[in-house]
Structures are given as C-alpha cells and as structure tokens.
C-alpha cells in the first residue's frame, strides 16, 4: 500500500517516486493514486510538510534553527493578543511566518464544510531569527505598496514576547497598516 496523508482539506495525496537521469530518486505527491510508489514507509531523512494551504510535499528533514518554546510565544501570542483566531505558523530555517485566513472569507455565508475546502491563507506578518547566539528576532510586515512585493522591517529585540504582544494584536486590523 502506498504512502498516503490526508490534508487539512481532507484531500488525500499519494507519494510516488522517480528514478532520475543520474539514478537518483525524487518524490512527489499527487492528488493521483495511479502510479503511486510501493513505499510501505516515507524513506530515511525526508518528512512530509503540508504548506498553509494545503499543498503537500516530501522534503528532507529540516533541522531546526528556532526553538519550540519560542514557537509557543508566537503561537500563543496570537492566540492571546489578536483577534484571528484562524491561522497557521509556517516555520522555514529561521523564520516564522503567521499565515491568516483572507479577509474575502471572514464574516461569508458560506457553509463551514465548503469554507473549509476554499479557502486561503496568506502571510502579512513574520518574526526572522536574526541573531542565534543571542536569540534576537526582527519582526516585518509585508508591503502591499506600489510594486514592491516586499517585507517592511518594524522592530528587533532579544525580547519575542514584547513583540509578539506589540505586534500580532494589529493582524486583521486597519492599524495593521499604519506600522512602518
């Protein structure tokens, strides 16, 4: 039986693996059991990740750079000073990104079941590990202005939960945008 995960949209995804040109193996999930590997286990030094929005990948294992107690700070700052109780860490190498569900889907009739199918979340706000020895965070806001598809630093401090507390509380909020 193949390698399968079901993800937050109950979708199911099946691994499968290719022999490439050099002779390596690469995988791949797909949304297609036809075809998926005879793999009864996820191979040696890679791990599943299931991406904010559903996507689902097999990728080596990441060794971590931010620690679980400071994830907890994120996590539960926003659980504690925000008002979006719908939202997503994605942690990449020494960033932590707080993925939130799309204003277009807030306050919809449309039914939980389907909502949950459709809808997406993006990222505005990020806390980067900028120091390891010290533990100090930079915390950026993205900026929708002009052309610029880019990050805006606000703050840095050795200090996450000040900034957790300061900043998280503007996610969802116009004042959100008034942060530089």
Do not use: C
């Not at 690469?26 to 791990?47: I, R």
């Not at 020494?94 to 807030?106: A, P």
């Not at 919809?108 to 965070?137: G, H, M, W």
Request: charged letters at 30%; aromatic letters at 14%.
């Amino acid at each position: 039986m193949p390698v399968t995960y079901k993800n937050f949209r109950n979708d199911t995804y099946y691994l499968h693996s290719k022999l490439t040109k050099k002779g390596t193996t690469t995988y791949n999930f797909s949304k297609k059991a036809k075809g998926a590997a005879d793999l009864k286990e996820v191979p040696d030094g890679y791990e599943i990740y299931e991406n904010p929005n559903g996507r689902v990948f097999l990728r080596k294992v990441q060794k971590p750079v931010i620690h679980k107690e400071e994830i907890s700070v994120i996590n539960d700052g926003m659980k504690k000073y925000s008002e979006i109780e719908d939202f997503k860490l994605d942690i990449k190498k020494n960033v932590v990104f707080i993925y939130t569900v799309e204003n277009s889907y807030l306050n919809s009739s449309i039914p939980l079941q389907l909502l949950q199918q459709t809808k997406n979340y993006a990222t505005e706000l990020r806390f980067v590990l900028v120091d390891k020895e010290e533990r100090v965070f930079e915390v950026e806001r993205f900026n929708y202005s002009g052309s610029v598809d880019d990050w805006i630093y606000l703050d840095g401090s050795n200090d996450l939960e000040t900034l957790v507390q300061e900043y998280v509380q503007h996610l969802g909020k116009d004042s959100f945008y008034d942060l530089m």
